[in-house]
């Protein structure tokens, strides 16, 4: 395994090319607050099953293109978008397209705040070396403010086009007001060239009362490497509804951070990976319970075929005084081929008292029991065997949080399953 | 259309069937009753070909051809259901959705068409009735979150959908409530006529009253230890088990 490293020397020049805009500031605290490793080693109990060397390779093509003035500065035109019905947001390798944005904010009136990163300071997280190298590298990203009282016609949709350069970073910044509600979808697209490393960073901060429903959906190129982190806060009786479907990728690493600090909050998330391949796709969550009465729900299933390696790690931590916490959290995967791998660890630290906190892990093959029941009706053993297949993904589905996009979520499981279906006979 | 000779079959090392000989005929209706761990469950999965169980000897041929030769599905597009004791719950499978894949299945096999939505929902809708069921059953999961009478119509509701050749039906009646037992006989009979054959499986006498079998059968320790017709019913239920067991014995 390569143990190449980020090349610092190349890190730096490739900041000072950037322009003097409303980031550089964000991005100088940054880089000087950058570990020396940048990027997490597997050493690192949550990142021991998950080896981030290609990235390292593409970030430092990307920063020489970038230190020799070679990349873009605005956005490329997407070759295509996903056919969603949604109010359409486009971030191509970390860089906004105005064209979307200002066809959005026209859609949705002023009441939706909009607005660039460059131009508008927000507060940038840099929290770990992945998040800080983001926040390092910023060019640009997502600024949106919802305030109570505004309802969109449609859900609001991120879609990132990575591909043009062989490394992005990406950053959206969204605070739901208190008391308002919003309907966001993070859609990776298919399209783009095939060399991307991408690395995104979303801050979600969901007010008093206020709901979000959020879909992520990672349909990349079988040989993009993708990190991701979503970093939630929920205020008092917030909830987080929040559905992720890993279909694409080669590298895939999604980070949840769901920070629990105002009582009667809830959060939910679910999760489905379909892999295949050799593709390897992890899935760390961590929920903070930091106040009580709350309540969090997880659930995450992967199928997994050919060689396909996966990771699931899902963390609740109920904090002292945080008492009438209930958390549970499950993860169900399905084994279809015997070179397919996956390790999954759900985790409870508990210091306060009055909690209800359970969970549960199992990695296995299709319930013999169901199979011959099927058979029995008269349908055939590898019809019955994917009927079985289809309904343990379809429990994930079920519970899309953002229901305008159900038909297209189960098109995508739909043709990705195809796939795992002909590469399994 | 059944036959069944010298049967033996094991699960594991546990030999359970220990030589069965019996011959079902078109038309008719035979109850298999017996005590608890006598065999009876094991020869309604091995008839519907569980693989769980081993045939270690002795021959089932159904309408002519060699039924153990036969893939479990394979028996059924031919004609054979097997009501389970226990139904399996399916979460994420529509019930609708697998009577209709049941159905085409058994039409394909005969060379029929599929079934189109709007007939088989007509169909559907008219056995469920006739069971006394509620049509939302149909956009349930399969069994999911049924109490057990539900469960157990819902067995007879395939049957009623697919009309086998040969049903065997395993305990149907077992924890169903007066109402419900009325309502799966009443299913079972409206299946009975001259093409077909029905094989209760149970241990109580009661469903019998509901449903006239022709010829009932008592197995203890894997083999029939007694055969006649409904009247060896009533006096099981009268005497129990154990003089069966003592006559088999002796």
Redesign the interface.
């Known amino acids: 395994m390569s143990r190449a490293e980020l090349r610092t020397t190349l890190l730096e020049a490739a900041e000072a090319r950037l322009p003097a805009d409303g980031l550089q500031a964000v991005r100088q605290r940054a880089l000087a607050a950058l570990p020396e490793q940048a990027f997490p080693s597997t050493r690192d109990e949550d990142w021991k099953y998950t080896n981030l060397a290609p990235a390292v390779e593409l970030s430092n093509d990307w920063l020489a293109s970038l230190a020799a003035g070679d990349a873009p500065s605005s956005a490329a035109t997407p070759a295509a978008l996903p056919d969603i019905d949604a109010h359409l947001l486009v971030l191509a390798d970390g860089l906004v397209d105005e064209l979307a944005l200002r066809r959005v904010a026209e859609e949705a009136g002023d009441a939706l705040r909009l607005s660039r990163l460059r131009d508008r300071a927000a507060s940038v997280s840099a929290d770990g070396p992945l998040d800080a190298l983001n926040a390092a590298l910023l060019q640009d990203g997502l600024h949106i403010v919802v305030p109570a009282g505004l309802r969109l016609d449609r859900p609001l949709a991120i879609v990132y086009a990575d591909g043009a350069a062989a490394a992005s970073q990406s950053r959206v910044v969204i605070e739901i007001e208190p008391g308002a509600s919003l309907e966001l979808v993070e859609y990776h697209a298919a399209g783009g060239g095939d060399r991307h490393f991408a690395n995104g960073v979303t801050q979600l901060a969901v007010g008093a009362g206020a709901h979000a429903a959020y879909l992520r959906i990672q349909a990349r190129p079988g040989s993009h490497v993708q990190v991701g982190k979503l970093a939630a806060t929920l205020e008092r009786d917030a909830t987080l509804d929040y559905a992720s479907f890993d279909l694409g990728g080669r590298l895939v690493r999604q980070d949840v951070f769901a920070d629990i600090t105002g009582a009667g909050a809830a959060v939910h998330l679910h999760g489905l990976y379909l892999a295949d391949g050799d593709q390897h796709i992890d899935n760390h969550t961590r929920i903070d319970h930091r106040v009580g009465p709350a309540a969090s729900r997880e659930e995450y299933r992967g199928i997994l075929n050919g060689r396909a390696r996966c990771v699931w790690n899902g963390k609740a931590i109920v904090h002292e005084g945080a008492d009438g916490t209930d958390a549970e959290q499950a993860n169900h995967n399905l084994l279809l081929s015997d070179k397919a791998e996956v390790d999954t660890k759900p985790e409870l630290e508990i210091y306060a008292e009055d909690v209800k906190c359970s969970h549960g892990a199992t990695v296995g093959q299709l319930d013999k029991t169901a199979l011959h029941y099927l058979r029995t009706r008269g349908l055939g053993r590898e019809q019955a065997a994917w009927l079985l297949t289809r309904a343990f993904a379809a429990r994930v589905s079920a519970r899309l949080p953002i229901d305008a996009l159900r038909a297209h979520v189960d098109a995508l499981i739909d043709h990705r399953l195809d796939e795992l279906q002909e590469n399994a006979s | 259309m059944l036959k069944i000779e010298n049967l033996k079959a094991r699960i594991g090392d546990t030999e359970i069937l220990k030589g069965i000989t019996l011959e079902v005929k078109p038309g008719e209706v035979h109850a298999i009753m017996g005590p608890n761990g006598s065999g009876k469950s094991t020869l309604a999965q091995v008839i519907?070909?569980?693989?769980d169980y081993e045939v270690t000897g002795g021959s089932i041929t159904y309408l002519g051809n060699n039924l153990l030769d036969m893939?479990?599905?394979e028996?059924?597009?031919d004609g054979v259901?097997?009501g389970?004791q226990y139904?399996?719950e399916?979460?994420?499978?529509n019930n609708a959705y697998?009577l209709k894949?049941?159905l085409n299945?058994?039409r394909k096999?005969a060379g029929e068409d599929e079934i189109d939505a709007f007939e088989f929902m007509q169909l559907a809708k008219a056995k469920m009735k006739l069971l006394d069921m509620d049509p939302g059953f149909l956009n349930r999961?399969v069994n999911e979150g049924f109490s057990g009478g539900e469960k157990k119509r819902n067995e007879i509701l395939?049957m009623a959908v697919?009309e086998p050749k040969l049903a065997v039906l395993d305990e149907t009646d077992s924890g169903l409530d007066i109402d419900a037992l009325k309502a799966v006989a009443g299913g079972v009979n409206a299946l009975r006529g001259p093409e077909r054959a029905i094989v209760l499986v149970t241990h109580y006498q009661r469903l019998l009253n509901y449903i006239e079998p022709d010829y009932v059968h008592v197995l203890s320790e894997g083999r029939i230890a007694r055969s006649g017709d409904k009247s060896l019913a009533l006096k099981l239920e009268e005497q129990g088990y154990d003089w069966v067991r003592e006559a088999a014995n002796a």
Request: no cysteine; charged share 20%.
């Open positions: 519907a070909g569980h693989p893939e479990p599905e028996r059924a597009r259901f097997l389970f139904p399996v399916i979460p994420g499978v697998l894949a049941a299945a058994r096999a999961g395939q697919l």
